[in-house]
T-cell receptor, first 113, second 112 residues
């Protein structure tokens, strides 16, 4: 079935360690997105990519990095520079340059202790 | 700078009545607007959208209204059902940037 998959569902890391969250889609979408959700903060855009080997910073990119080596994959690395990494992370995809909806994965809950 | 705002954090409506969720935006370049429904610890699911060339779009119990001059959109749910209880997010984007911005969400509770 076509869809967007985030793994793992829950992730625990020690403070100071980098961690990479996976996002894979088989919808043949060009555009992919990473959001962070905190209580009362809504969905805040971290990074997005419209095409392979290119990506743009969102509103809260500091402390995060991404890569887009394949159309299907858009991994997010939470670095030790991110001051408050504990959050719920959501990945989405949609066709680029088209007014249409985005499809979301089920999210990854990252807890840094 | 919050480009998409949902000023009501919560809304409580009786079953069968109308639910009206509001959203304001500041960027006049936005040309496509979406509403999503979200349950805790899950990804949002798409509900309905509207292009800036329209002022209304309907899909079953859901209707979205767009007032471009006021930079305001609203989602009407009629009749409201207990299963509609969730957090609702509005989102906006423009064709030429693909940057998809979400609001802070409104928690809707529909009680019997």
């Amino acid at each position: 079935d076509g869809g967007i998959t985030q793994s793992p569902k829950y992730l625990f890391r020690k403070e100071g360690q980098n961690v990479t969250l996976s996002c894979e889609q088989n919808l043949n979408h060009d555009a992919m997105y990473w959001y962070r959700q905190d209580p009362g903060q809504g969905l805040r855009l971290i990074y997005y990519s419209q095409i392979v080997n290119d990506f743009q910073k969102g509103d809260i990119a500091e402390g995060y990095s991404v890569s887009r080596e394949k159309k299907e994959s858009f991994p997010l690395t939470v670095t030790s520079a991110q001051k408050n990494p504990t959050a719920f992370y959501l990945c989405a995809s949609r066709p680029a340059y088209m007014n249409t909806e985005a499809f979301f994965g089920q999210g990854t809950r990252l807890t840094v202790v | 700078d919050q480009q998409v705002k949902q000023n009501s954090p919560s809304l409580s409506v009786q079953e069968g009545r109308i639910s009206i969720l509001n959203c304001d935006y500041t960027n006049s370049m936005f040309d496509y607007f979406l509403w999503y429904k979200k349950y805790p610890a899950e990804g949002p699911t798409f509900l309905i959208s509207i292009s800036s060339i329209k002022d209304k779009n309907e899909d079953g119990r859901f209707t979205v209204f767009l007032n471009k001059s006021a930079k305001h959109l609203s989602l009407h749910i009629v009749p409201s059902q207990p299963g509609d209880s969730a957090v609702y997010f509005c989102a906006a984007t423009s064709y030429n940037t693909d940057k998809l911005i979400f609001g802070t969400g409104t928690r809707l509770q529909v009680f019997p």
